[in-house]
């Protein structure tokens, strides 16, 4: 298996303008996860998926960020319109019930 | 909910040395607890993880240990060597397929 797939792996738009990541997870993983990182707050859960269902989304810091999992083998994570402050690399995971969880290589997003 | 706090934020050893990190949690209820290790530029990945019916776990020169009474969990990491150097992130989650929560990370440094 690839692993958890992320796309791209480096993003530099303007202000403004919208921002669309992608993931693909491992196959047969029932739960998908999306984090941010940055220097000041760490690793920060965004929103959480099982089944293709969203069951947490209050880590998603503004109406701005919004998340889909059409099918279990694709997940996006949009944010429209970006602001510089929401330059950080995002994570997406995955994992099955009770087992490991395993990280994509992320996407450097820089919002200039 | 979940809240995990890690302690050092820095540390910095002499190649050979040991090294060991700490972690406390809040939830009693959280019983998986991982410890991740990210490379500059990487993706955070699994080291070694610990379940609540375990209180001590080795493998090679990495160990973690569990202390459930005083929720908090250390990892130890013997005869260090300069690949060693990296952010190190504990977390906890009450397993089935709720997210995991990170500490805010160690970095450590090992001087050859």
């Known amino acids: 298996d690839a692993g958890v797939i992320q796309s791209p792996r480096h993003e530099v738009t303007e202000m403004g303008q919208e921002v669309t990541l992608r993931c693909k997870p491992i196959?047969?993983?029932?739960?998908l996860f999306w984090y941010r990182q940055t220097m000041m707050r760490g690793l920060e859960l965004l929103i959480y998926?099982?089944?293709?269902?969203?069951?947490?989304d209050s880590g998603m810091p503004e109406d701005r960020f919004s998340a889909k999992m059409p099918n279990a083998s694709f997940s996006t994570l949009k944010i429209q319109p970006s602001e510089p402050r929401d330059s950080a690399v995002y994570f997406c995971?995955?994992?099955?019930?009770?087992?490991?969880?395993?990280f994509g290589s992320g996407t450097q997003l820089s919002v200039l | 909910g979940e809240n995990v706090e890690q302690h050092p934020s820095t540390l910095s050893v002499q190649e050979g040395d040991s090294a060991v990190i700490k972690c406390t949690y809040s939830?009693?209820?959280?019983?998986?607890f991982p410890w991740y290790k990210q490379e500059l530029g990487k993706r955070p990945q699994l080291i070694i993880d610990?379940?609540?019916?375990?209180g001590e776990k080795k493998d090679q020169r990495i160990a973690v240990t569990l202390n459930k009474t005083a929720k908090h969990f250390s990892l130890h990491i013997t005869e260090t060597q300069p690949e060693d150097s990296a952010v190190y992130f504990c977390?906890?989650?009450?397993?089935?397929?709720?997210?995991?929560?990170f500490g805010k990370g160690t970095r450590l440094s090992v001087i050859a």
């Open positions: 196959s047969g993983h029932n739960s």
């Open positions: 995971a995955s994992r099955s019930t009770n087992e490991k969880l395993f």
């Open positions: 977390a906890a989650s009450n397993s089935g397929n709720t997210p995991l929560v």
């Open positions: 939830d009693s209820a959280s019983n998986y």
């Open positions: 610990i379940r609540s019916n375990v």
């Open positions: 998926f099982n089944n293709n269902v969203p069951i947490d």
